[in-house]
């Protein structure tokens, strides 16, 4: 593992942006492929809205955590809320009530997350809530930007930084 961030956050959509950045900085530090930097903050975007619209959580909190390695990175959601099963997911396109008290079309998020993940994972969290798993392999601009990446994972999170 490169690197492990941790955000801790209130159920409030003002921090949604916040998760689209956590990890745009080490992605393009590593030189990870545009597409892919657009990817992972999609991916994280939208599992912390699902939180915020969905999950209700007890202590109005979710937490979100992002594992990167050379080949991919994992980011895991999870909060303490109602709990989710597919079976409970209104139809796509049906529609639903939005965070401003309007209505809006919905059901796009999962097949969305499910498009650019090359691995997703729903569980329950005991005793309330769900956690999810989703990962996204990750290409670089040129062999010589893998190459630094698989050495700067084989440091295990510890990086090293040369004083000019």
Avoid: C, W
Wanted: net charge negative; aromatic share 6%.
């Amino acid at each position: 593992m490169i690197l492990k961030l941790s955000l801790d956050l209130p159920d409030d959509v003002q921090y949604v942006p916040l998760t689209r950045q956590f990890g745009r900085g080490l992605l393009e530090f590593l030189k990870v492929l545009p597409a892919d930097i657009g990817d992972v903050e999609t991916i994280v975007g939208e599992l912390a809205t699902n939180v915020i619209r969905h999950a209700h959580s007890i202590n109005g909190r979710f937490q979100v955590e992002l594992e990167f390695y050379a080949e991919r990175v994992v980011i895991t959601v999870i909060d303490a809320g109602n709990g989710f099963t597919f079976r409970d997911a209104p139809e796509i396109g049906s529609s639903r009530p939005d965070l401003n008290g309007g209505e809006r079309l919905g059901g796009f998020g999962l097949p969305l997350l499910d498009a650019l993940s090359d691995r997703l994972e729903f569980g329950r969290t005991d005793p309330h809530g769900t956690t999810v798993q989703a990962e996204k392999a990750l290409r670089y601009s040129t062999e010589h930007d893998a190459d630094h990446a698989i050495d700067m994972n084989n440091k295990d999170g510890k990086v090293t930084v040369a004083r000019a």
